[in-house]
């Protein structure tokens, strides 16, 4: 009940606030009997960009709508504020992009722009690899080179990790800094009206028009959207850190061992036991445990394709031999 009420609070302080600062009447009269009146509002000369600030500027609204409703104890849709989420974050981008023209001026810069990223990819990966061989001998105490397969993987996850925390932390940062050196918050028309010597004396001669209240519109959106989209990335980082000691578990199981208990004659092992071959003729086994996994040396004597065929034939007669559903 409560939340109802405080939205249309919030809907009749937008509309006063809205017919108060567009300084003219909100509704016109038509000629239409059946809808007399209708919003002085028209859309036809937007482009792209305003097009895209509209986008942003909605879904802030229902977002910001959803969070009161559940500040309020009502239960809002996740997935639905997931697609809000990721709209707002593409949407203020792509305008950011445009209305700083950054592909212009990566195009009159992308010569050192692509050495620096080249340079910046090349100490990523050392970074990765270092990381990647620092997991490997940490979980399983073996040389990292026994595992080339799991190297190469792990390196591939910690170089993307890399580059995700740092685009999360530096494109809304470069963004907001061009934001305000390219003028983007501050008004854009003091040069014009400085060139005029009527408004030049006095400033209160200037009358603003709907395309400069347009283009102030577009600026704050975009600003808004940019620091959402900041937000957006950091939250998201704690879950991607979360995830990264499993994903690193799984990648390293998955590149590297290969093997089943069956090859090397090893019973009583939890399900999901995987073994990987070393060079000396041992083997490492991976027990899952809670989420990861638990590594240790073993010996091993490495059965061939038909003993493993014939021990597997083996359990399932005597499995169906103790099934009386067989």
Not at 54 to 77: E, R
């Amino acid at each position: 009940m409560w939340g109802y009420v405080a939205l249309y609070v919030l809907f009749a302080a937008g509309v006063y606030w809205l017919d108060r600062s567009i300084h003219r009447p909100l509704f016109v009269r038509t000629k239409n009997r059946h809808f007399r009146w209708k919003m002085n509002f028209s859309v036809k000369g937007w482009g792209v960009d305003e097009y895209l600030g509209a986008l942003v500027t909605t879904c802030l609204v229902v977002l910001l709508v959803m969070m009161m409703f559940q500040w309020l104890g009502s239960t809002v849709n996740k997935s639905l504020a997931k697609w809000l989420f990721a709209l707002l974050s593409l949407g203020s981008t792509v305008l950011a992009v445009r209305l700083l023209r950054l592909v212009e001026r990566y195009a009159r810069h992308k010569g050192w722009l692509t050495v620096l990223a080249a340079l910046l990819t090349v100490a990523a990966g050392l970074v990765a690899s270092a990381q990647a061989d620092a997991f490997i001998l940490g979980q399983t105490r073996i040389e990292p080179g026994q595992f080339p397969g799991a190297q190469k993987t792990l390196t591939f996850i910690y170089l993307v990790y890399i580059w995700y925390w740092a685009t999360s932390l530096l494109m809304p940062m470069v963004m907001l800094i061009g934001a305000l050196v390219f003028g983007m918050t501050a008004p854009t028309f003091r040069q014009q009206m400085r060139r005029n010597r009527a408004t030049a004396i006095c400033w209160d001669l200037f009358v603003p028009s709907s395309a400069w209240r347009r283009r102030r519109w577009l600026h704050g959106s975009c600003v808004m959207g940019v620091i959402y989209t900041a937000v957006i990335l950091l939250s998201f980082s704690e879950v991607v850190n979360s995830k990264l000691r499993w994903v690193s578990h799984e990648s390293l199981v998955y590149a590297s061992f290969h093997l089943g208990p069956e090859d090397c004659a090893m019973t009583g092992l939890p399900v999901g036991t995987r073994l990987a071959l070393l060079a000396k003729g041992g083997v490492v086994v991976a027990e899952p445990a809670e989420g990861v996994y638990r590594y240790r040396e073993q010996t091993c004597s490495l059965q061939s394709l038909e003993q493993v065929e014939a021990t597997r034939d083996q359990r399932i007669r005597e499995a169906r031999a103790s099934d009386f559903y067989f």
